[in-house]
């Protein structure tokens, strides 16, 4: 019998800075230290060069999206997946380099940039994509308002979280094969995202008729809330995706098209649930593909199988010494829980997995999964959470990883750019 269960939380994607708050110096102070302590290793890790020779993938092009699961392509890392994977990551990049942490700032939690310049300040302007919409999440959580007249800033409802991209280099449409739209989407920032990330408890899609084990599918009730919640001027995550894919399909519906989401942390948890709610709102969706960097669970094995029925293509690229990777909630490997021998082990294992369900923290991985680990860097602290999460270490890995017998290129990790 094989029975595993974890516990765990969410511990977000923390701030660059937030010590230029309009709040108390002591408030300052202390949060101010706390993140820098942490941060202080993640500036040691350069930001990588955009600059690379990706390759021409044309024919190719639906194997790299994962049409086949990326069968043999993953343990040895096939080097044209390498790159398509770092591709993305640079996008998912963009939206911390444009993200203004600064709470003092007319501007705190929009973007530094316009949409026409972000790409090529952030070093992708040849990339040959153009941003046609920027993403802004609402979390659902009201704070007191006692507290959000005292931290207005620190408190904000709602908040840039990503853009849509879509490809309009002829040249690079000729190099993919396709027509591609990028949806790119950051981690954890502000104040509020961080509390939405502790309602670990799953909660039913909305609109969802209950499954075969009576279950239905079932997603994080804070990642849910943050996908649908809204405000205005801006409305839902949701509402702001289904519009902008919407027109973006019925624009190029006559010619090759992907649809790729990536993100990061609570990026990729939203990637998975926007990946979900666009194959389930529109009939002609293109091909729909998940590129998953350092994502926490997100729902139960009800939804993991509504996402395989609906043939989407998710590969979560995981750092074994990643612990947002291992949560949050409770993991049940129940595939070898009953056995024909031990009829009485196979009642008092379904007995206890029924009774844990009932408690809505059992969680599944969901996707194929690209195991890496820093710990096979010297360089790297594998015991410092915060590195071993952070984004720039996700590229760093990728970027040398081989296979799980010979897990990396160098025994001193390179920068992208060399």
């Known amino acids: 019998m094989k029975l595993g269960v974890r516990v765990g939380s969410i511990q977000p994607h923390a701030p660059p800075s937030i010590s230029q708050s309009n709040t108390s110096p002591s408030f300052k102070s202390n949060i101010s230290s706390q993140f820098n302590k942490s941060l202080r290793p993640w500036n040691q890790l350069k930001l990588h060069s955009a600059k690379c020779n990706f390759p021409n993938l044309r024919n190719k092009w639906k194997q790299y999206q994962g049409i086949n699961h990326w069968e043999g392509l993953l343990d040895p890392l096939d080097d044209n997946l390498r790159w398509e994977i770092l591709r993305y990551g640079h996008f998912v990049d963009a939206t911390y380099t444009s993200f203004d942490f600064d709470p003092s700032s007319l501007t705190y ?42 931290f207005k800033k620190l408190f904000t409802r709602s908040s840039l979280i990503g853009y849509v991209a879509i490809c309009v280099n002829e040249k690079e449409i000729t190099r993919l094969g396709r027509r591609d739209i990028v949806v790119s989407l950051r981690g954890t920032i502000t104040c509020l995202e961080w509390l939405e990330n502790l309602r670990v408890f799953l909660t039913h899609l909305p609109g969802v008729v209950k499954g075969e084990d009576d279950v239905g599918p079932m997603v994080q009730k804070g990642f849910l809330s943050l996908y649908t919640s809204k405000i205005t001027p801006h409305g839902s995550l949701q509402e702001m995706i289904r519009k902008e894919i919407g027109r973006l399909i019925q624009r190029y519906t006559n010619e090759p098209l992907s649809l790729t989401l990536t993100g990061h942390s609570l990026g990729a948890a939203l990637a998975i649930l926007s990946a979900y709610d666009i194959t389930t709102t529109f009939n002609n969706a293109p091909m729909v593909t998940v590129i998953s960097f350092g994502g926490p669970r997100v729902g139960n094995g009800s939804f993991r199988n509504q996402l395989e029925q609906k043939g989407i293509k998710i590969l979560r690229i995981v750092n074994s010494d990643d612990v947002v990777t291992k949560v949050p909630g409770l993991f049940v490997n129940f595939d070898e829980v009953v056995s024909d021998e031990d009829v009485g082990v196979g009642i008092w294992s379904k007995w206890f997995y029924k009774y844990i369900q009932n408690m809505k923290l059992v969680y599944v991985d969901i996707g194929q999964e690209l195991r890496l680990s820093s710990r096979e860097f010297p360089c790297l602290n594998k015991t410092d959470v915060a590195m071993c999460h952070d984004l720039k270490t996700y590229l760093h890995l990728v970027k040398n990883f081989v296979s799980s017998s010979c897990a990396c290129k160098h025994t001193k990790i390179h920068s992208i750019q060399s």
């Open 109 to 150: 939690a929009k973007s530094l940039y316009s949409k026409k310049s972000l790409l090529k300040k952030c070093g992708l302007g040849k990339y040959g994509y153009r941003i046609s919409k920027y993403l802004y999440v609402t979390c659902g959580i009201h704070m007191p308002k006692c507290i959000n007249k005292i």
